[in-house]
């Protein structure tokens, strides 16, 4: 396979990596994070990739054709029916407008809570934002009150980045706007 080159540089590209919202990206080999400044140092080209559409298994309730996993450009998750397609002759969505908000996630993590020493999971809210709770924490739908465990921490996003040698992940450049590029060039 050939090796893709940095259009700014003519360096090779990294590895890709993912954002703390899944996003994926590559970003020049010569460019790294200075953690002390704060600021990203030598090549500062990064290529976003676009995130495929993932098949899921489960099925639209509407008109039962499969459900697609999509990542918003804000990180936001979402299933929606592989039948909706937009169509950029008549600028219209067409096909199955069935959605479906993806309202969190949780994993569970092997740290135990500060509290009461019970394990940790890892939630991750809509809009991508991280925190950690205690796996006994809960919601009592009838009280309608917090039930078990009330530890929760919130992740800044320079918490949750994965790691890497090249410690590159806490800076998440903005997102490429149509025509910004050239502002940038000579
Ligand atoms: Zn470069
Ligand atoms: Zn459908
Ligand atoms: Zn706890």
């Not at 993932?54 to 936001?76: D, H, I, M, S």
């Amino acid at each position: 396979m050939e090796e893709e080159k940095c259009p700014k540089c003519g360096a090779p590209l990294a590895e890709i990596s993912e954002t703390a919202t899944g996003r994926k990206l590559q970003r020049c080999s010569k460019g790294s994070w200075n953690k002390e400044t704060r600021q990203n140092e030598g090549c500062d080209y990064v290529k976003w990739l676009v995130v495929e559409p993932q098949t899921l298994e489960e099925k639209c309730p509407k008109c039962g054709a499969p459900l697609v996993l999509a990542v918003t450009r804000f990180g936001k998750k979402m299933k929606k029916c592989s039948t909706n397609v937009w169509n950029a002759e008549t600028k219209k969505a067409e096909g199955c407008d069935y959605i479906e908000w993806i309202n969190g996630t949780t994993e569970p993590l092997d740290e135990d809570c500060p509290k009461c020493g019970k394990k940790l999971v890892l939630f991750t809210t809509a809009a991508g934002k991280k925190m950690k709770k205690c796996s006994t924490s809960g919601w009592d739908k009838e009280k309608r009150v917090a039930t078990g465990c009330t530890y929760v921490q919130w992740l800044k996003a320079s918490d949750y980045a994965p790691k890497d040698e090249s410690g590159g992940e806490e800076f998440l450049p903005p997102d490429p706007e149509p025509g910004s590029e050239s502002t940038s060039e000579p």
